[in-house]
C-alpha cells in the first residue's frame, strides 16, 4: 500500500510569478511606507492633481479642439489617450488605467463645467496610496519579488 504524502502548501508569497506580471512594472519602490515618505507622496498627488488636469483637462482639450478642429467623443478619447501615454512608465496596465481615468475625469470636467471637481477626484485617486497601510504595502511587495 502506497502513503500518499499530502503536498506542501505554497503560501502567496512564494507562488511563482503568473504570465501577466510581466506587463506590470515593479513600481513598489513608488509607494510609500513610512511618515515623511507618506508627507511627500500626498504633496506630490495633490499637485499631480493640479497640474495634470489644468494640462490635460484644460490646455490639451481647449488645443485639440480650437486650433486643430477636433471635436466630440474623438476629442475625449484622443485627450484620454495622450494622458494614458503620459503614463507609460507604469506599463501597459497604468496606460489603460490612465487612458480610462482620463475619459472619467474629461467626462467630469464636460458635466460639471470646472476644472475644480476633476481636480479633487484626481488627487484623491493618487492620494489612496499615501493611506494604504504598511502591512497592506509590504504583503504587495513580497508577492512581487
Same mark, same amino acid.
Given at each position: 500500500?502506497?502513503?500518499?504524502?499530502? *503536498?506542501?502548501?505554497?503560501?502567496? =508569497?512564494?507562488?511563482?510569478?503568473?504570465?501577466?506580471?510581466?506587463?506590470?512594472?515593479?513600481?513598489?519602490?513608488?509607494?510609500?511606507?513610512?511618515?515623511?515618505?507618506?508627507?511627500?507622496?500626498?504633496?506630490?498627488?495633490?499637485?499631480?492633481?493640479?497640474?495634470?488636469?489644468?494640462?490635460?483637462?484644460?490646455?490639451? !482639450?481647449?488645443?485639440?479642439?480650437? +486650433?486643430?478642429?477636433?471635436?466630440?467623443?474623438?476629442?475625449?478619447?484622443?485627450?484620454? !489617450?495622450?494622458?494614458? =501615454?503620459?503614463?507609460?512608465?507604469?506599463? +501597459?496596465?497604468?496606460?489603460?488605467? *490612465?487612458?480610462?481615468?482620463? #475619459?472619467? !475625469?474629461?467626462? #467630469?470636467? #464636460?458635466?460639471?463645467?470646472?476644472?475644480?471637481?476633476?481636480?479633487? =477626484?484626481? *488627487?484623491?485617486?493618487? !492620494?489612496?496610496?499615501?493611506?494604504?497601510?504598511?502591512? *497592506?504595502?509590504?504583503?504587495?511587495?513580497?508577492?512581487?519579488?
Amino acid at each position: 500500500m502506497r502513503v500518499r504524502r499530502a *503536498a506542501p502548501a505554497i503560501s502567496s =508569497l512564494s507562488r511563482p510569478k503568473q504570465w501577466w506580471h510581466r506587463f506590470i512594472p515593479d513600481i513598489a519602490t513608488l509607494i510609500p511606507t513610512t511618515g515623511r515618505e507618506r508627507l511627500i507622496f500626498a504633496a506630490v498627488a495633490i499637485s499631480a492633481g493640479i497640474c495634470e488636469e489644468i494640462v490635460f483637462r484644460g490646455w490639451l !482639450l481647449y488645443f485639440l479642439h480650437a +486650433p486643430i478642429g477636433i471635436t466630440g467623443s474623438m476629442l475625449v478619447l484622443f485627450a484620454a !489617450l495622450l494622458f494614458g =501615454l503620459c503614463h507609460i512608465y507604469q506599463g +501597459p496596465t497604468g496606460v489603460f488605467g *490612465a487612458t480610462g481615468a482620463g #475619459v472619467l !475625469l474629461t467626462g #467630469v470636467y #464636460v458635466v460639471t463645467g470646472t476644472l475644480l471637481v476633476p481636480i479633487v =477626484l484626481h *488627487a484623491l485617486i493618487d !492620494l489612496r496610496m499615501a493611506i494604504v497601510p504598511s502591512n *497592506a504595502l509590504q504583503v504587495a511587495r513580497a508577492q512581487t519579488t
